[in-house]
């Protein structure tokens, strides 16, 4: 049994075998939760170091986040460095720098070891809709040369051209190390790496009830896995079944769309260097280009898990604003999938009672730093838990609001939105 296509992702990814449900009693060393990057990058890490590891996943591997995302491989944080700096201090900033930029690059190199087939490009703009978001822009590339890392290039109006075939910007910052890639086919990929390396996977096996103790008991609907260690690595997607990390995650929503094929010369003159894109603005919109040729536009920001009714067309009318040749284009798949943000926009990686490992809220920066977090949860239960230390040590307050931070966020999205509209 295979699922139906969700996204284009499942519909173009090299078909990915059924795992069976976890069925009785099992004891392992570590016990994932969660079937996505993080959770898949956790077991893959263990596998490779020798260590005894069973995964859970309440669906299919993949269909969270890490089969509905952007396909988009950004390098930095979703929060100035500045940010993290004030956080952890400076010495600590850069070596948390460079462990993102250690992220990116285990991408291309597993993608090589493992001869995977996920479409890897690379090429990144971050497009300015006006003056504020250019003079950001510029910091940013400052700021990324003053951590070691000289390779942005700002692109004025007159310049923009050549990179992208759209008059709805006014410049942007084109970032040749960042990229671009078929998430799920990439994480489909791994997943069996780490199968092959021992990991025991085991798909619609939602945890409905975790016991904490000396050995952590995880307890499914058919079955049961006692573990020395635990780790969470749900995300947006975990729900209530572990409440004292849940307060400091919101999950939001966003939309994808991916257009009928388009014609080569238009691709070729939209896209002229075939880079990814992302806008400036606080909900912003995001898209590259398909490898059969069509346009994958991401766009949206909300605070329901539904998707909305016309969001189709709705999608259209998004994708006409930044490409008016495409205003009648038609949409072949469109589906919507939960981010996970924190407060401060920095990923919240951190322990309960010493044997329960958690990693969430990379807020829209999870295609790299899932691989992170994963590799530095498998050193953490080896024995060297230095590397997770330094982003364990970020504060993470818990949503404003207690029952009503719903409301309260989305009057905080209407004001940014406002704010990204009148060039403040």
């Known amino acids: 049994m295979t699922d139906a296509p969700l996204t284009w992702y499942h519909a173009t990814a ?34 490779e170091r020798g260590i005894d590891c069973v995964l859970l996943e309440s669906e299919r591997i993949g269909h969270g986040a890490s089969g509905r995302n952007g396909g988009q491989i950004v390098q930095g944080y979703s929060a100035d460095m500045s940010k993290v700096e004030s956080a952890v201090g400076a010495e600590d900033a850069q070596a948390l720098w460079s462990m993102m930029r250690e992220a990116v690059d285990d991408i291309p190199d597993r993608v090589r070891r493992h001869k995977i087939d996920c479409d890897l490009r690379w090429g990144y703009l971050h497009a300015a809709y006006s003056a504020r978001q250019m003079d950001g822009l510029k910091e940013t590339a400052e700021t990324y040369a003053k951590y070691g890392y000289e390779g942005c290039e700002i692109v004025d109006a007159a310049g923009l051209g050549r990179v992208l075939g759209s ?25 069996g790496v780490a199968e092959f390396l021992g990991a025991r996977i085991f798909e619609r096996s939602p945890a409905v009830e975790i016991s904490r103790g000396t050995t952590v008991s995880v307890r499914t609907d058919t079955g ?24 400091r995650l919101m999950p939001v929503a966003s939309f994808v769309a991916v257009t ?13 260097q075939d880079v990814a894109v992302a806008d400036c603005n606080w909900a912003l919109d995001y898209f590259r280009t398909t490898s059969d040729g069509r346009l994958l536009f991401g766009a949206g920001a909300s ?9 189709a067309k709705w999608m259209t009318r998004r994708i006409a604003k930044v490409f008016p040749e495409l205003e009648t284009v038609g949409i072949d798949h469109v589906w919507g999938g939960l981010i996970g943000i924190t407060a401060n926009r920095l990923p919240d990686f951190g322990r309960i009672a010493g044997n329960i490992l958690h990693a969430q809220g ?3 920066q999870g295609m790299a730093l899932t691989g992170l977090a994963g590799k530095l949860m498998a050193e953490t239960v080896d024995g060297d838990d230095s590397r997770f230390k330094l982003i364990e040590q970020i504060g ?10 719903t409301p309260t966020l989305v009057a905080a999205m209407g ?8 060039g403040l």
Not at 167 to 191: E, F, K
């Open 167 to 191: 008059d709805a910007y006014v410049g942007g910052m084109l970032d040749p190390d960042s990229g671009q890639i078929q998430p799920l086919a990439y994480l489909r990929a791994l997943a």
């Open 14 to 47: 090299p078909v990915a075998h059924d795992r069976p449900a976890l069925s009785g009693s099992l004891r392992t060393r570590v016990c994932v939760v969660g079937g996505g990057l993080t959770g898949v990058s956790t077991a893959l890490h263990l596998a």
């Open 260 to 272: 009928q094929p388009l014609d080569r010369d238009l691709i070729r003159a939209l896209f002229p």
């Open 396 to 405: 993470h307050l818990p949503f404003p609001g207690g029952p009503f931070r």
């Open 303 to 311: 605070y329901s898990a539904t998707t909305p009714p016309g969001l």
């Open 362 to 364: 990379f807020s829209g």
């Open 224 to 247: 049961r896995v006692e573990a020395d260690w635990l780790v969470l690595a749900g995300n947006a997607y975990l729900g209530k079944i572990f409440p004292p990390i849940r307060p």
């Open 415 to 422: 004001f940014a939105k406002l704010r990204d509209a009148i």
